[in-house]
Nanobody
Framework: QVQPVQSGGGLVKAGDSLRLSCTAS????????VGWFRQAPGKEREFVGA????????YYGDSVKGRFTISRDNFNGAVYLQMNSLVPEDTAVYYC??????????????????WGQGTQVAVSS
């Protein structure tokens, strides 16, 4: 069992930066792919990006490439989503997710097993 816990988020202006954190206790978090998703009102949950369990390969959705960066600190059991050059279209509830079982990272949120509580990010113009 893995229970991600999120922190960060808030209200910022366009062009600002924010960092979200996702932590989980226990060694098993290190064995997980960790992904970030977001969901805006009335929209489907969207893949933001993910970092792999073994070699820290990262993958990003097209809408955030070049602006967002995912990193992990296995010593502290944390994964971070650094968001730069934020735009109003980035406004959403952001979720951290962990996948312990699958070999490959899947951008379909249905494949992810464990979810954080979600955190609101709002970007004003």
């Amino acid at each position: 069992q893995v229970q991600p816990v999120q922190s960060g988020g808030g209200l910022v202006k366009a062009g600002d930066s924010l960092r979200l954190s996702c932590t989980a206790s226990g060694r098993r978090f290190r064995d997980c792919h960790v992904g970030w998703f977001r969901q805006a009102p009335g929209k489907e949950r969207e893949f933001v990006g993910a970092i792999s369990r073994n070699n820290d390969d990262t993958y990003y959705g097209d809408s955030v490439k070049g602006r967002f960066t995912i990193s992990r600190d296995n010593f502290n059991g944390a994964v971070y989503l650094q968001m730069n050059s934020l735009v109003p279209e980035d406004t959403a509830v952001y979720y951290c997710a962990a996948d312990l079982d699958d070999l490959y990272i899947d951008p379909d949120y249905h494949s992810w097993e464990y979810w954080g509580q979600g955190t609101q990010v709002a970007v004003s113009s």
